[in-house]
């Protein structure tokens, strides 16, 4: 990244919580140079006051990106601040939950290039994966030049229309927190029946990250790779049996599960 636009003419966060510091990391891990980056926050981290960045400082008039990482509640008093910046070459990247595309249009300007995106935290890694979309005047342009910033952290997709992002939201926005939960109820049941609790939450966590790995390393999908691992009649069937019941199962808790993100999604957008 030592060599984009963003590097030349600077890439302002908005926001730097847990999300914009898990971006921010990344960045800086693939070359971003410090000098580059404008934070604007009220309550920087101990993390991002160590960085050698430009922190709750004057900001460039015409940055490359401006990356808004707000909470949603607080969207209508901070992106006003950055007015100035709108119906111009700035682009401005959010990845706030509920907050659409048209608020920025009608806040900034209708000139000014918006992309809408949906990370997850394990940006903090290098793992993540964001999807995004962008209104007309962002184009191809925007969409590469956000790309070009989101894959620092991992995969990046691109939707085909905003009503999209709410079960983007579902799915991986807010499914890590799914996969940690799955890691508690593991090590809970394996401690019911007789494991101490520390080993029985090694064995989930190495088990879930194990099986994360082999099906993104695999060309099967996970159905196979289920059906690789059961054998008739064993144990993993007997497991199985209880899991995908179509009324008590799996398969029904998750559809509410998701089902309740996106829709929380949904009415972010409308408050």
């Known amino acids: 990244m030592k060599d984009t636009r963003i590097a030349r003419d600077g890439l302002v966060l908005l926001g730097c919580g847990k999300m914009g510091s898990a971006m921010l990391e990344g960045w800086l891990a693939r070359g971003l140079p410090a ?4 934070v604007q926050d ?3 981290s101990d993390w991002v006051q160590a960085q050698r960045i430009n922190l709750n400082t004057g900001l460039p008039p015409h940055p490359a990106i401006v990356l808004v990482a707000v909470k949603p509640q607080m969207m209508a008093d901070a ?14 990247v959010s990845v706030a939950a509920g907050t659409p595309i048209q608020f920025f249009e009608k806040t900034l300007g209708r000139d000014t290039p918006v992309v809408r995106a949906m990370p997850n935290t394990p940006a903090a890694i290098s793992k993540g994966i964001t999807a995004i979309v962008g209104n007309a005047r962002a184009g191809a342009e925007g969409l590469n030049e956000a790309e070009t910033l989101l894959s620092a952290v991992g995969e990046v997709v691109r939707l085909t229309e905003e ?3 709410d079960a983007v939201t579902g799915v991986s926005g807010s499914g890590p927190a799914y996969v940690f939960h799955m890691m508690e109820a593991l090590a809970d049941a394996g401690a019911a029946q007789g494991l101490p609790r520390d080993l029985a939450l090694q064995l989930a966590k190495a088990t879930v990250a194990g099986a994360g790995a082999l099906a993104m390393a695999s060309d099967d999908d996970p ?20 899991l995908m019941d179509a009324q008590t199962g799996l398969p029904p808790l998750i559809a509410r599960t998701v089902a309740a993100a996106a829709d929380r999604s949904r009415e972010l957008s409308r408050e």
């Open 79 to 92: 992106l006003p601040t950055l007015r100035a910046m709108g119906n111009g070459d700035t682009l401005f």
């Open 35 to 38: 000098a580059s980056v404008w």
């Open 42 to 44: 009220p309550s920087p």
């Open 163 to 165: 009503a999209q992002i």
């Open 223 to 242: 159905a196979q790779l289920r059906v690789n691992v059961t054998s008739p009649n064993g144990t993993t069937q007997a497991g199985l049996e209880v």
